[in-house]
């Protein structure tokens, strides 16, 4: 049996999705070393991080998971994102193995074939990145997984816009049939993400490029902002922008400096979000001078969380927008029922050469 697989590997966070379960940890890998002697014992107790190889990198072993930003030094993690070259780099392949092998490893098999769709930051969909990356995740992967070696045979990739799946997921009933609306209208997609807010607009699930950008600012951006403010506002030495993020996540907005110190940010949010929303809608603008064309707003990415309110407010289209349920996962899930349709296909299609050769 071919499984189903989709993966969104955010500048932030990989969102990634089987039968199995979602997975959802930072786009981070750390070299093994980077855990200190002992740690690997059984001393330090519950963890979520695991072992990988690759074959892409001989004689060397990484860590990555859930808790790899506790477990591990700021300095010792390696980002998988530059907005250079960012799908030749070798961490970023590496990220991507190592996710297929954490799916995989749920199967209890040595080897599995998959059905993959991942997604891609707009603008580079359709282009010779898109192309390379294909070829790069099409075919055998052999990883091991602390100490066990699993073995995974790509058999189809997809590419998708990354707000695509938002479309897809919010117009897809139980069957997976995709809403008629959705086949012929026109919508933009806003998709807050921690690096990059994309504003996409499809025609009929096909993405209009002269209606469409992509901002390189990000909720991390919103984030750093706080951070300087609330130096500046409580004297402390340093706060850290990703102290800002878990605050907001906590939803108590508070930067855990440490037990003693957890200063509160809640009066400095504002002015950031604010100023965030106006620059999104001035680049709305300036891409799309007629809305009157648009039939629908959809907002999604883990932002909308933070900025989702505002920004509403900022665009002033209550009536035509529609904030994504699960907003951080809401792209991944349309690309993962994309995935089963996939694998439908593809099991149906065995089928039919399997009765062909009875005949
Ligand atoms: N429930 C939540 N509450 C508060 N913040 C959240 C929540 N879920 C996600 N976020 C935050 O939203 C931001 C964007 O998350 P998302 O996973 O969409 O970004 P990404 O896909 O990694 O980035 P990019 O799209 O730029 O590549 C992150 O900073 C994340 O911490
Ligand atoms: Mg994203």
Known sequence: MVKAFAIDLGNGQVKARSEKRILIAPSMIANEKALGVGSVSNLE?????????????????YVWGRDIKERIAHSDLMPTYTHHKRYESANFRLLFEFVLAELASDFNKKSIEVVLVASL???????????????????????????????????????????????????MNDKKQINKNVQTKTYTV???????????????????????????????????????????????????????EDGFRRGDHTAK???RVH????????????????????????????????????ITGGGANIVGDAFKSALQEHDATIEAAEPQLANLKGHYNLAILKRDQIHSMRKDEVAATKE
């Open 45 to 61: 107790g519950e963890h979520d991080y695991n072992l990988y190889e690759s074959k892409l990198k001989i004689g060397k072993k």
């Open 190 to 244: 806003f998709d807050f993400g921690a690096g990059t807010s994309i504003i996409d607009t499809y025609r009929g699930l096909k993405r209009i490029p002269e209606l469409s950008d992509v901002l390189k600012t990000g909720q991390n951006d919103i984030y750093k902002q706080i951070a300087t403010a609330l130096k500046h506002d409580s004297g402390l030495s340093d706060v850290q922008y990703s102290q800002i």
């Open 257 to 259: 400096i440490s037990d």
């Open 121 to 171: 930051p707009s603008d580079e969909v359709r282009t010779d990145v898109d192309k390379d990356l294909k070829s790069f995740l099409k075919g055998t992967h052999v990883i091991t997984r602390n100490g066990s070696e699993l073995v995974i045979d790509v058999v189809d990739v997809t590419i998708n816009e990354q707000p695509l799946g938002t479309l897809l997921s919010e117009n």
């Open 263 to 298: 200063p509160s940010f809640g009066h400095l949010v504002d002015g950031p979000i604010d100023d965030f929303c106006e620059a999104v809608i001035t680049k709305l603008n300036t891409i799309i001078p007629n809305r009157d064309i648009i039939d629908g707003f959809y």
